[in-house]
């Protein structure tokens, strides 16, 4: 049985799954730097999360999150996607406005709606920033995907995700018109700066910097 858990707590569980990796823990430096808070008062909430069974603890050696702890988050992933999806297909809001407002419904607890949500939006994989949306039962939807960096010229691919997904990225790549699904092709790499120009969409020619390059991760076409 999951236990009740406040919105604070649901946030830490989500930030230990998104900090930790296959084999490694968590230290409560690292989490604090995210949370942007203290050290001791994220010891204080590691503490009560334990106790509930959600993280293991080593000593000398960190927290993460038990397998009940990891159901926990994937499920908050998964309501936090699908409203960014509702968000923008079905209210048309922009995909630089929707991570706020998702952050706020992904706390509301009815699984009956969540459930619902998943089937009126026909199931989907992806968010709209291409981020994998977990299934009922935790599971990641994969896609084959390269860094734009590392795509070769003259090969056709279709942007899949946007790593960086600030604000200010995901307004310069709709200043650009570019997003998920645009088609691009590296027509040229600049060895100076790492900067690259690309085909978008096989009609209009786009310069765009190494930091922006590296944001994105695309699809070849087959």
């Known amino acids: 049985m999951i236990p009740n858990l406040t919105i604070a707590e649901e946030n830490y569980i989500k930030v230990i799954y998104q900090l930790q990796n296959d084999d490694d823990n968590v230290?409560?430096?690292?989490?604090?730097?995210?949370?942007?808070?203290?050290?001791?008062?994220?010891?204080?909430?590691?503490?009560?999360?334990?106790?509930?069974?959600?993280?293991?603890?080593?000593?000398?050696?960190?927290?993460?999150?038990?397998?009940?702890?990891?159901?926990?988050?994937?499920?908050?992933?998964?309501?936090?996607?699908?409203?960014?999806?509702?968000?923008?297909?079905?209210?048309?809001?922009?995909?630089?406005?929707?991570h706020a407002v998702a952050e706020e419904l992904e706390h509301v607890s009815s699984k009956k709606l969540i459930d619902n949500l998943e089937i009126f939006l026909d199931y989907p994989k992806f968010d709209p920033h291409g981020d994998p949306i977990p299934d009922i039962h935790g599971k990641m939807p994969t896609q084959a995907q390269i860094n734009l960096q590392s795509l070769p010229q003259k090969i056709v691919a279709t942007i899949t995700s946007v790593g960086n997904q600030s604000t200010e990225l995901l307004e310069l790549l709709t200043h650009k018109k570019m997003g998920i699904g645009t088609v691009i092709e590296v027509k040229k790499k600049f060895p100076f700066d790492q900067s690259i120009e690309v085909k978008i969409n096989n009609k209009s020619i786009v310069h765009i910097s190494n930091e922006l390059a590296q944001s994105l991760f695309v699809s070849i076409k087959k």
């Open 27 to 98: 230290s409560t430096n690292e989490v604090a730097a995210v949370i942007n808070t203290t050290a001791a008062s994220v010891t204080d909430m590691l503490k009560k999360l334990k106790e509930k069974n959600i993280l293991n603890y080593e000593k000398y050696k960190g927290f993460r999150l038990s397998s009940e702890g990891r159901k926990i988050a994937l499920n908050i992933i998964r309501k936090h996607r699908l409203w960014e999806y509702f968000l923008v297909e079905k209210l048309h809001f922009g995909w630089d406005e929707v």
